[in-house]
């Protein structure tokens, strides 16, 4: 799987958008970017993935570069329970890459009232 | 319905001690994993498990690592004689069919 950077942690206000980035310039073409976020003192949960084309859900939004070697989740009203670290996984999907996740250390998100 | 959930919650064990944690996937999920998480680190890869065939145990860091699934179902990862760095947030997560995992809230093991 492809290696991701993400800064390690980001400060937002209450309300406003939280947008976070994630490097991954040796992402292969069938590698998909996932995002997943893990709230203190709980499990990892998914938010969003994609391919190419951005993606929304009612959690986030995804944008991924024209040359796929980034990608920004868009918190777009964050809230106070969106203080979390967020983990930007690059991998094929489970049929041609086996099973594991492999995490990076992640962004601590904090939004501040 | 219920998530993937994980008993206990927490365990202090003494060193040298064996402890057992166990895993309840969700009904139906077929893939269940074990993840090993440090202190202020992302979880890390330990096993994965097709029904009850043990597919990847590579994440394993020890021969004192031991996990097994034996109906498909409940998991339970053993860890024998523990030593201060087993100490760790381990967590469980099962998948759907569409390849997305879902993770219990994590056992979290003190060594002393």
């Known amino acids: 799987d492809a290696k991701t950077t993400q800064p390690t942690s980001m400060d937002c206000a209450e309300g406003r958008a939280a947008n976070l980035p994630c490097n991954h310039s040796?992402?292969?073409?069938?590698?998909?970017v996932y995002w997943y976020r893990q709230i203190h003192s709980q499990g990892p949960q998914y938010i969003i993935h994609?391919?190419?084309n951005n993606e929304t859900n009612e959690m986030a939004s995804l944008i991924i570069t024209e040359d796929r070697k980034s990608s920004t989740l868009i918190l777009p009203h964050a809230t106070l329970r969106d203080t979390a670290v967020y983990y930007c996984i690059v991998r094929v999907p489970r049929e041609t890459s086996g099973s594991r996740l492999t995490f990076g250390e992640g962004t601590q998100l904090t939004v501040n009232p | 319905g219920a998530g993937v959930s994980q008993s206990p919650r927490y365990k202090v064990a003494k060193r040298g001690q064996d402890v057992a944690l166990r895993c309840d996937p969700i009904s139906g999920h077929v893939s269940l994993f074990w993840y090993q998480q440090a202190l202020g680190q992302g979880p890390e890869f330990l096993t994965y498990?097709?029904?009850?065939?043990?597919?990847?145990k590579s994440g394993l860091p020890s021969d004192r690592f031991f996990a097994e699934r034996p109906e498909g179902s409940v998991s339970t990862l053993k860890i024998q004689r523990t030593q201060q760095e087993d100490s760790a947030v381990y967590l469980c997560?099962?998948?759907?069919?569409?390849?997305?995992?879902?993770f219990g809230p994590g056992t979290r093991l003190t060594v002393t």
């Open positions: 498990f097709q029904n009850e065939a043990q597919l990847d």
């Open positions: 994609g391919l190419k």
């Open positions: 040796t992402i292969s073409g069938n590698e998909y």
């Open positions: 997560a099962s998948r759907d069919d569409r390849g997305r995992p879902y």
